[in-house]
């Protein structure tokens, strides 16, 4: 079946959720499916109202996968008063029984920024990108990402991943890793080790080197 670029449609983004709950292997922090829930809820909402572009792929009716991206001085796409107050709320939450964790991420990936942004002047972020577990083989992150950069040709834009991701699939496609960083996250009783890691890219410029060949995602 062919995969088609369409408008992603508001009954989706259940499905989005799973994807990133999914992709994204937010069970290595959450035991509770109910949080597990509410998290990914969370996640999705709070990428979703940064975005200046939304790109989706759709296997007929299927929603095939998913790329969000923010770029400077362009509007965003999705406002929503109940979304803003429910990431609100969550990060309150969050903060309150979880603030060792959360502000251990945020300060790695802000460090991280912080570097990069010392020496670069990128055009945007590429904010969320996941692809469903159930179409394989057929190269949506690919086609997300040959998307954006039909778009948004010629401009450089940086990423936020870390090692619990297929991080090496940005490599395969001419990203460049521009920093790192080991963190654990403590959440209740359990230590999660993590490596966060930053990647940047002018789109449309040709790839300088190709990956290791020992490096082999899944393909999105």
Not at 123 to 132: H, K, P, R, S
Not at 136 to 161: A, P
Not at 205 to 215: L, R, V, Y
């Amino acid at each position: 079946m062919d995969i088609q670029i369409k408008a992603l449609r508001k009954r989706d983004f259940s499905k989005a959720i799973q994807f990133a709950i999914t992709g994204m292997h937010f069970e290595w922090y959450l035991d509770n499916p109910f949080l597990l829930q509410l998290y990914g809820r969370y996640f999705w909402y709070l990428e979703l109202s940064r975005a200046t572009q939304v790109i989706a792929a759709y296997a007929g009716e299927e929603l095939a996968g998913v790329l969000l991206a923010e770029l400077e001085g362009e509007p965003k796409k999705y406002r929503s008063l109940w979304k803003t107050l429910y990431v609100k709320l969550f990060e309150f939450v969050q903060n309150t029984f979880y603030q060792d964790s959360a502000g251990t991420y945020a300060s790695a990936t802000q460090q991280l920024l912080s570097s990069y942004l010392a020496s670069h002047r990128p055009d945007g972020e590429i904010v969320f990108l996941a692809a469903n577990p159930a179409v394989k083989g057929k190269g949506i992150g690919s086609l997300l990402l040959s998307e954006l950069e039909r778009r948004e040709n010629g401009k450089t834009l940086f990423l936020h991943t870390d090692d619990a991701c297929t991080y090496p699939f940005y490599e395969h496609r001419g990203f460049t890793r521009v920093g790192e960083k080991d963190i654990c996250m403590e959440m209740g009783q359990k230590q999660v080790p993590l490596k966060c890691l930053l990647y940047s890219k002018t789109l449309g410029k040709p790839c300088a080197s190709k990956a290791s060949p020992t490096a082999s995602p899944s393909e999105l």
